[in-house]
């Protein structure tokens, strides 16, 4: 059985297919941005790469979970 994923992660299937890009691109392209803070590195994904906010919130928040781990 597997497990369902949870949190922001949760999101990443849709924002691959409605993007066209691999997570890993869209990790790499917060690199830019790494020392921002979360609603300005969301901003940056919103307005640099026109992504709704929903899908730029939940790349931050799992990026930032991962870093604070």
Avoid: C
């Avoid at 992660?9 to 849709?14: I, R």
């Avoid at 790499?28 to 730029?56: P, S, W, Y």
Wanted: hydrophobic share 35%; net charge neutral.
């Amino acid at each position: 059985m597997t497990e369902k994923i949870k949190g922001p992660a949760s999101y990443f299937p849709s924002i691959e297919e409605k993007y066209g890009k691999p997570m890993d691109y869209w990790f790499d392209q917060l690199n830019e941005v790494r020392t921002k803070a979360h609603m300005e590195q969301v901003a940056f994904l919103k307005t640099e790469h026109e992504m709704g906010h929903g899908h730029a919130n939940a790349i931050v928040a799992y990026l930032k979970s991962k870093s604070s781990s």
